[in-house]
């Protein structure tokens, strides 16, 4: 049974919302620099970033647990694809008008209000991944909707922001962040949180993601798509999942975090019935583990640090459960490692880590440990420790009202953790560098005029006038082939063959290690202006791609492949010739000969002549022959 089985999403009120960033194929945002990721580093400036208050004189709470971190930002700054700019040494240009337009034209696809004048806002970002300590983003339109099966999406923001840099690595309190994509052009496309079931999630990203294709100006690729979930059951939170970047994914991550809201539910309801508290007080128990065989504390015993505890008075039972699995102990962790201690021991996975039965009853003597009661352990620096005990006490006290609201970080797997408090209005404030403008009229109605065709439409029309079905029109489209496709069939006709190319022979020589993307649009041209004028079969494609994509022209690679094409005389001389040599298998199998000695022609005149030329006379010549 799946785990959407088991889990009454309806009965449990879900509500999803979704945030899609897509970035554009343009020039950066506020640079006239290319948008392109490079491996180079070049130089590098190391900062420092600190939270600063808004224009109403609050600190964002996320800022705050980002700066607790204390880490160092060091940036590359490659010289091909990023400038003073993303470097903050000097005020920004623009915005982009190609990207404005891209933006726009979004807009215009979901029904939405323009806003008439746009203003660019800074929205406080100090995990180091914006050199400037904020984001520059713009509202761009409102008040949107999208049909999905029938169903209206609203769409209540649409947003043009630029992307941040990207993380390389991160050692010895230094996060390395190279700026090739900081500044490339995002549009942010947010739902409303009318999506009611994990699969439903995804229909909605793809249609979004298809309107976006449908611009032509948009990146591809892993990265160049990001989703961020707002998910929430009727007696849950709000939890916002950053990053999520495999769509097929959406259901599975929807789901892990319904189920992980309801064990928090369940939990809740047990600390209540318990009369569960959590104390303040923190106790230093180093003394007590002294004698410890931890290699971890053993370790920061030499170092002269020490070994801190706090009581869970009421929890014992809910850090893991009976069988192993993990319920509140791993989110008590996740908020004492934001200070930047390495984890917690707690009391529902002891003894174990070198910690003995001698060892916890000293422990629990110390802090009055009862039949229900819990506690987790901290080794560190005494201040660094009391820091991270004061995170678990924040943590534990919001289990007792069941799930708070947060930010997580989406991993692979479908699960999250925690990255920190969901940010409020305070992290927003004015762009001074950059002015505010007008979107005037004559530019809506010229992107009206220019519109796109929809996705729906052309995946209809392919089928009504090339004679594909939906899918084959689908993954055409999804793919990125449909223009490209569309040129060869309207300059050299052969619809089937240009499909079977795209969606069968490209994935096999991809299989096989050959760079069909190092083939470009004039090469396939010109390969099908040769198929036209029959200088090869059909069969042939696939020798002369492989060519093309080492490198070759199209005249070496056809040479290479040897695909001089047979007449008809010679094809049905050639099947003849195979018919005698073989006349007592065919005497034998009569037309059941046609499967085996098809092969035998086909190896020896693939690409030379048509499959099905050749069938036909094979079929001609075993009829005569019976």
């Given at each position: 049974?799946?785990m959407?089985e088991?889990?009454?999403?309806?009965?449990?009120?879900?509500?999803?919302g979704?945030e899609?960033?897509?970035?554009?194929?343009t020039?950066k945002?506020?640079c006239?620099c290319?948008?392109?990721?490079v491996?180079?580093?070049?130089?590098?400036?190391?900062?420092y970033?600190?939270p600063?208050?808004?224009?109403l004189?609050?600190v964002?709470?996320?800022?705050l647990m980002?700066?607790?971190?204390?880490?160092?930002?060091?940036?590359?700054?490659?010289e091909s694809?990023?400038?003073l700019?993303?470097?903050?040494?000097?005020?920004?240009h623009?915005?982009d008008?190609?990207a404005?337009?891209?933006a726009?034209?979004?807009?215009l696809?979901?029904d939405?209000e323009?806003?008439?004048?746009?203003?660019?806002?800074?929205?406080i970002?100090?995990?180091?991944?914006?050199?400037?300590?904020?984001?520059?983003?713009?509202?761009?339109?409102?008040?949107?909707?999208?049909d999905?099966?029938g169903?209206k999406?609203?769409?209540p923001?649409?947003?043009?922001?630029?992307d941040?840099?990207?993380?390389v690595?991160e050692e010895?309190?230094?996060?390395?962040?190279?700026?090739?994509r900081?500044?490339i052009?995002?549009?942010?496309?947010a739902?409303?949180?009318?999506?009611?079931?994990?699969?439903?999630?995804?229909?909605?990203?793809?249609?979004?993601?298809a309107?976006?294709?449908?611009?032509?100006?948009?990146?591809?690729?892993?990265?160049s798509?990001?989703?961020?979930?707002?998910?929430?059951?009727?007696?849950?939170?709000?939890?916002e999942m950053k990053?999520?970047?495999?769509?097929?994914?959406?259901?599975?991550y929807?789901?892990?975090e319904?189920?992980?809201?309801?064990?928090?539910?369940?939990?809740?309801?047990?600390?209540?019935?318990?009369?569960?508290?959590?104390?303040e007080?923190?106790?230093?128990?180093?003394?007590?583990?002294?004698?410890?065989?931890?290699?971890?504390?053993?370790?920061n015993?030499?170092?002269?640090?020490?070994?801190y505890a706090?009581k869970?008075?009421g929890?014992?039972g809910q850090?893991?459960?009976?069988?192993?699995?993990?319920?509140?102990?791993?989110?008590?962790?996740?908020y004492?490692?934001?200070?930047?201690?390495a984890?917690?021991?707690?009391?529902?996975?002891l003894p174990k880590?070198?910690?003995?039965e001698?060892?916890m009853?000293?422990?629990?003597?110390?802090?009055?440990?009862g039949?229900k009661?819990?506690?987790?352990?901290?080794t560190?620096?005494?201040?660094?420790?009391?820091?991270?005990?004061?995170?678990v006490i924040?943590?534990?006290k919001?289990?007792?009202k069941?799930v708070?609201?947060?930010?997580r970080?989406a991993?692979p797997?479908?699960?999250?953790?925690?990255l920190?408090?969901?940010?409020?209005?305070?992290?927003?404030?004015?762009?001074?560098?950059?002015?505010p403008?007008k979107?005037?009229s004559?530019?809506?109605?010229?992107?009206?005029d220019?519109?796109?065709?929809?996705?729906?439409?052309?995946?209809?029309?392919?089928?009504?006038?090339?004679?594909?079905?939906?899918?084959?029109?689908?993954?055409?489209?999804r793919?990125?082939?449909?223009?490209?496709?569309?040129?060869?069939?309207?300059?050299?006709?052969?619809p089937?063959?240009?499909?079977n190319?795209?969606?069968?022979?490209y994935?096999?020589?991809?299989?096989?290690?050959?760079?069909?993307?190092?083939?470009n649009?004039?090469?396939?041209?010109?390969?099908?202006?040769?198929?036209?004028?029959?200088?090869?079969?059909?069969e042939?494609?696939?020798?002369?791609l492989?060519?093309v994509?080492?490198g070759?022209?199209?005249?070496?690679?056809?040479?290479?492949?040897g695909l001089?094409?047979v007449?008809?005389?010679?094809?049905?001389?050639?099947?003849?010739?195979?018919?005698q040599?073989?006349?007592d298998?065919v005497?034998?199998?009569?037309?059941?000969?046609?499967?085996?000695?098809?092969?035998?022609?086909m190896?020896e005149l693939?690409?030379?002549?048509?499959?099905?030329?050749?069938?036909e006379?094979?079929k001609?010549?075993?009829?005569?022959?019976?």
């Amino acid at each position: 049974m799946t785990m959407s089985e088991k889990i009454d999403h309806e009965e449990l009120g879900l509500k999803v919302g979704l945030e899609i960033h897509q970035q554009l194929d343009t020039e950066k945002l506020f640079c006239g620099c290319p948008s392109e990721m490079v491996e180079d580093e070049d130089g590098t400036v190391l900062r420092y970033l600190r939270p600063t208050e808004s224009e109403l004189g609050d600190v964002d709470r996320a800022a705050l647990m980002e700066a607790q971190k204390g880490l160092k930002f060091r940036y590359q700054t490659p010289e091909s694809s990023s400038c003073l700019v993303e470097l903050d040494e000097e005020p920004p240009h623009g915005p982009d008008e190609e990207a404005l337009d891209i933006a726009i034209t979004m807009a215009l696809f979901m029904d939405a209000e323009m806003i008439e004048e746009i203003h660019f806002m800074r929205k406080i970002v100090i995990d180091g991944s914006n050199t400037t300590g904020f984001q520059r983003t713009a509202l761009l339109a409102i008040d949107g909707a999208l049909d999905v099966n029938g169903k209206k999406i609203g769409i209540p923001t649409m947003c043009l922001e630029e992307d941040a840099a990207r993380s390389v690595e991160e050692e010895d309190g230094v996060k390395v962040y190279r700026l090739d994509r900081s500044g490339i052009p995002l549009v942010e496309i947010a739902t409303d949180p009318d999506i009611t079931s994990p699969q439903e999630a995804k229909e909605v990203a793809q249609k979004i993601g298809a309107l976006f294709r449908s611009t032509k100006k948009v990146k591809r690729g892993i990265g160049s798509i990001r989703e961020d979930l707002n998910v929430s059951i009727e007696e849950g939170a709000r939890v916002e999942m950053k990053g999520v970047q495999e769509l097929y994914m959406l259901p599975e991550y929807v789901e892990k975090e319904v189920t992980r809201q309801v064990t928090l539910l369940e939990i809740r309801d047990v600390l209540d019935k318990r009369d569960a508290k959590v104390q303040e007080k923190i106790y230093d128990v180093t003394e007590d583990l002294k004698e410890c065989e931890s290699s971890i504390i053993r370790g920061n015993l030499k170092r002269g640090k020490g070994v801190y505890a706090l009581k869970l008075e009421g929890f014992d039972g809910q850090l893991r459960g009976e069988d192993g699995e993990a319920l509140l102990g791993p989110e008590l962790a996740e908020y004492a490692k934001k200070t930047g201690v390495a984890g917690i021991f707690h009391s529902d996975e002891l003894p174990k880590f070198g910690i003995t039965e001698k060892e916890m009853k000293a422990v629990e003597e110390r802090l009055d440990i009862g039949e229900k009661d819990a506690y987790a352990l901290v080794t560190a620096a005494e201040e660094d420790s009391k820091d991270a005990l004061q995170n678990v006490i924040e943590r534990a006290k919001m289990a007792l009202k069941g799930v708070p609201e947060e930010t997580r970080q989406a991993r692979p797997d479908g699960t999250s953790v925690f990255l920190r408090p969901l940010s409020g209005e305070a992290r927003m404030y004015p762009e001074t560098d950059i002015p505010p403008k007008k979107v005037e009229s004559t530019r809506l109605k010229r992107l009206t005029d220019e519109l796109p065709e929809r996705p729906d439409e052309k995946i209809e029309r392919y089928q009504e006038e090339y004679g594909l079905n939906e899918q084959q029109s689908r993954q055409l489209f999804r793919k990125g082939y449909d223009l490209l496709f569309e040129k060869i069939v309207e300059e050299h006709g052969s619809p089937s063959v240009a499909t079977n190319m795209f969606l069968h022979t490209y994935p096999d020589l991809e299989k096989e290690g050959f760079e069909v993307k190092n083939i470009n649009k004039e090469e396939l041209l010109e390969i099908f202006r040769r198929f036209r004028s029959k200088e090869f079969a059909k069969e042939g494609i696939p020798d002369i791609l492989k060519g093309v994509s080492q490198g070759r022209s199209v005249d070496e690679a056809l040479d290479a492949a040897g695909l001089e094409s047979v007449g008809e005389e010679d094809i049905r001389e050639k099947v003849v010739e195979l018919i005698q040599d073989r006349s007592d298998f065919v005497e034998e199998r009569k037309m059941g000969a046609i499967g085996p000695l098809m092969g035998v022609l086909m190896k020896e005149l693939k690409g030379k002549a048509d499959g099905e030329k050749i069938s036909e006379i094979l079929k001609e010549e075993i009829e005569k022959r019976i």
